[in-house]
């Protein structure tokens, strides 16, 4: 499609100015922020010709003005004898000026280029989306247990990327600080003090960050470096007035302790700060998962096969689908080229001035709801959406032979930076019996995956449970039963979408329910078949 045409659609999605459009959680919004920057530099070069025609034009009102004052000082009285020249000067300076002079004086041109600017500034990214980076960043460096150092010389997951100056470590740091993630905030501030060059060591600098850098420590507990640091910030300022009170506080604190404050403490290896949720079991084998660690190993993977399947369905039995058992109990495949190019981009195309946060179901309150542990935009589309979509839907019917008429809408998802859903459920549980209530079709009897991008580094769908690891693979669709056919849950379907590390995520979903199925996939007595 022509850059134009994306222009149009992103800056649909994000045009009316009252309406929260955060970029950081989608890659498609995010990159509305490049053209944004075309457009102001575009803006700036209009802006600097036009200063330079209002100066060409001031310079010569400078001149006329010096040649006329010469020319009547030479003689006041003589020259403004004459009523004419009065008048011609009195007029010079009230009609002329505001006529010629002002608008070159005047804010005119600023107001103009600030309302150009502003106008821009819709596809610009907000406070909210700096911090919500951060944070997605310091997510990716846990996950995928990256060095701090590494990533600020410029590799990330080994990927090349930009490198990091003092002043980009330090204000990491400052934002994980207002976030109360003292863990990070010593990271990226001991960074920037290991990369404090001549240019950037001023004693200022120093300080600001030993500041920082000590009551970071103190937060987490290491209240003997915390003292070290803030010794040192009072050699360079010793008038620091609360580094002063803190010394005083941390010393009374090791004396309390049974500790000698005199002694210097080293720089501690710190735990990182994490909830009991994410010191579990599950979300240890959720982030090893990720990172590609084998973490059990997949039974029966010796009986797993490839195979052509057309289930009898006119639409495969000239192009059957391509299945690639990945497990077999519970049964999770994948099926290879099941959507082209085309369908890709007109899904991407209907979407994308169509996304939104992507929200989940609150279990207590049955409201939809934004949730750290899920990052990314997601928009709906319809089967009378346009054809792409209805052939889709068909297509998933075939090769699932499920009925698609009471499955939910097409979910496509748009990962952002450092975008994840951890791990969830696609089901309701048996104490969530009001959870799919309004749709009147029942459970979600199983999920269909479309894959709709390659990811360069992360992104992957895993399942801890399991030990299974998904890839990303453009076209390609994952598939699984989320419950057995006595209508419980398969709970070891329980399963989470990586950070994406680099690159851009696509998917969509199709959940199909349990209504329409009853001779396609009847149930059973046996409660675990």
Excluded at 147 to 168: Q, W, Y
Aim: proline residues 4%; negative net charge.
């Amino acid at each position: 499609m022509p850059e134009s045409f994306w222009k149009l659609v992103l800056i649909v999605a994000c045009v009316a100015p009252v309406m929260e459009c955060e970029v950081f959680t989608s890659m498609a919004h995010l990159e509305a922020t490049l053209y944004a920057e075309r457009d102001i530099a575009s803006t700036l070069r209009r802006h600097v010709q036009r200063e330079r025609e209002r100066l060409n034009k001031l310079e010569q009102l400078a001149d006329d003005y010096a040649q006329h004052s010469q020319k009547a000082l030479a003689d006041p009285s003589y020259y403004l004898g004459n009523p004419v020249n009065a008048f011609l000067l009195i007029k010079r300076f009230t009609l002329d000026w505001n006529k010629n002079v002002s608008p070159m004086l005047g804010n005119d041109s600023w107001q103009e280029l600030n309302t150009e600017l502003q106008y821009i500034r819709q596809d610009l990214p907000t406070t909210e989306d700096l911090t919500g980076a951060a944070v997605a960043l310091m997510r990716l460096q846990d996950t995928y247990n990256l060095d701090t150092s590494t990533i600020a010389h410029g590799s990330i997951g080994g990927v090349l990327s930009s490198k990091l100056t003092v002043e980009d470590c330090f204000q990491l740091g400052r934002l994980t600080y207002n976030e109360e993630d003292f863990y990070h905030t010593t990271l990226w501030m001991e960074e920037a003090m290991n990369r404090l060059g001549d240019k950037d060591a001023t004693p200022a600098k120093r300080v600001e960050l030993l500041d920082y850098l000590a009551f970071s420590y103190f937060k987490q507990g290491y209240i003997k470096r915390a003292l070290t640091l803030t010794n040192e910030l009072l050699e360079l300022d010793p008038d620091h007035e609360r580094a002063f009170n803190n010394k005083r506080y941390y010393e009374d604190t090791l004396v309390k302790q049974g500790e000698n404050p005199a002694e210097r403490a080293e720089r501690p290896a710190m735990q990182r700060q994490a909830d009991d949720y994410q010191q579990s079991s599950e979300f240890l084998t959720y982030e090893a998962l990720c990172r590609g660690e084998r973490t059990q190993k997949i039974s029966n993977a010796h009986r797993l096969k490839c195979q052509y399947v057309h289930n009898n369905h006119p639409w495969l039995l000239l192009q059957p689908a391509k299945e690639e058992e990945m497990h077999l109990d519970p049964w999770i495949v994948m099926y290879h080229d099941v959507l082209s190019d085309r369908n890709i981009r007109d899904i991407q195309m209907l979407a994308t001035p169509r996304l939104n946060r992507a929200t989940v179901q609150n279990p207590e309150t049955g409201i939809l709801e934004t949730a750290t542990y899920r990052i990314s935009k997601s928009a709906w589309l319809k089967g009378t959406d346009h054809p792409t979509i209805a052939k889709v839907n068909q297509k998933i019917e075939a090769i699932t032979g499920l009925n698609m008429d009471t499955a939910e809408e097409l979910q496509v998802a748009n990962y952002g930076m450092g975008g994840h859903y951890e791990p969830h459920y696609d089901f309701a549980k048996e104490d969530e019996k009001d959870a799919f209530e309004s749709l009147g079709t029942g459970n979600r009897i199983a999920t269909f995956l479309n894959y709709m991008s390659d990811v360069e580094a992360g992104g992957a769908t895993v399942f801890p449970r399991l030990g299974l690891t998904l890839y990303p693979k453009k076209g390609a669709s994952a598939f699984w039963y989320n419950l057995y056919k006595s209508g419980n849950g398969i709970y070891r379907t329980r399963h989470a979408a990586c950070p994406v590390l680099v690159g851009v995520k696509w998917v969509s979903n199709k959940w199909i329910h349990e209504r329409g199925q009853e001779f396609r996939h009847p149930c059973s007595l046996r409660r675990d078949e």
